[in-house]
């Protein structure tokens, strides 16, 4: 009989390692334990510096207190890379306006000039667009996603030990350009009524590792696999909450599980304010299934049959398909091929 989670477990990423190197059995069957039957949990101690998560929070808020139509100058329409400023209530998930608004941003690199038809996800890769009166919040952002980095790639260093895999199992994929993306996310309520409650619906992530960081208002939820009940993710102040994405439960058959979550919008008159740091792969990287040990083999699950969310092992393919059903208007604007 499964146990019903009424709570996330919370891991310590500086005892992950011991004096030699290697990693401890300890923390690495608390990490597989976490990945496998929940696939979401709380790290804390992950280096950053003292004061720098909250520094970060009230930076984002500041943006967010920003005039309107200085927000609207970085007006994501204008990308074909999905990035900038998301007006309140455009996002859509689950066919639902979301209660929210945000900066999304990924690497800066030159766009590519020509793009294979049948590679559409390769135009992802583009410029961001910051705030040229508020150069400090691309600052904190970018020292932010530094720090994501090393995190991700040590939390998925330890994934790959977990399921019985050399620790660099996953390093090729990431090498040379990984397209990790950031979002800086303010929630608000009552201002969206065709939202609703919803913050952000019921969803997946395409990626690899989630790495988000909160404040202490919550409303992120999880429901895990085979369970009705949502377990409430009360925030640890500058802890990071870690969620698993779709190309993990593509590459193990679902021993590893994307763990469908949501958030709460706020009361009215309440700000929430989050930074959800997605660690992926090269838009080109294509994830097949892992080796893993016949004991875990024995508890894959399966990967989860969404008609209409279908896992692709292509991380571009997989990732752009979920830009374009949350954004709609920026979609038919740059990928008017495939009817966004």
Do not use: C
Request: proline share 8%; net charge negative; aromatic share 8%.
């Amino acid at each position: 009989m499964s146990t019903t989670r009424t709570s996330v477990p919370v891991l310590d990423l500086s005892t992950a390692r011991t004096p030699d190197g290697a990693f401890s059995p300890e923390f690495i069957d608390a990490l597989r334990d976490a990945a496998h039957n929940v696939g979401f949990f709380q790290v804390t101690n992950y280096g950053a510096t003292p004061g720098q998560a909250q520094d970060l929070l009230d930076t984002i808020a500041a943006f967010f207190r920003l005039p309107l139509e200085q927000r609207l100058a970085l007006d994501n329409r204008n990308s074909a890379q999905f990035r900038g400023y998301t007006r309140l209530g455009t996002e859509i998930t689950r066919g639902r306006a979301d209660s929210r608004e945000q900066i999304d941003f990924g690497p800066d690199r030159e766009p590519l000039a020509e793009v294979p038809a049948d590679k559409l996800f390769l135009r992802l890769q583009g410029h961001n667009q910051w705030p040229d009166g508020y150069p400090e919040l691309e600052k904190a952002a970018e020292r932010w996603a530094a720090l994501m980095s090393g995190v991700g790639m040590e939390l998925l260093a330890g994934i790959s030990a977990a399921l019985g895999l050399p620790e660099d199992y996953f390093a090729e994929p990431f090498a040379q350009s990984p397209a990790w993306m950031g979002k800086l996310v303010h929630y608000v309520g009552g201002q969206v009524p065709e939202a609703g409650t919803q913050g952000v619906g019921s969803h997946a992530d395409y990626g690899f590792v989630t790495l988000l960081l909160q404040d202490g208002v919550g409303g992120l939820e999880v429901q895990p696999h085979g369970q009705e009940e949502w377990i409430a993710v009360e925030p640890i102040p500058g802890a990071l909450v870690v969620n698993l994405g779709e190309m993990l439960e593509v590459a193990t058959n679902g021993y590893l599980m994307a763990t469908i979550h949501r958030v709460t919008a706020p009361a009215p008159g309440v700000d929430r304010y989050s930074v959800p740091f997605f660690w992926s792969p090269r838009l080109d990287a294509v994830i097949g299934t892992v080796p893993l040990p016949a004991g875990l083999a024995a508890e894959a699950r399966g990967v989860s049959d969404d008609p209409e969310n279908p896992m692709l092992s292509s991380y571009g393919a997989n990732v752009l398909k979920g830009w374009v059903r949350a954004h709609p208007q920026t979609a038919a604007i740059h990928y008017p091929e495939l009817g966004g």
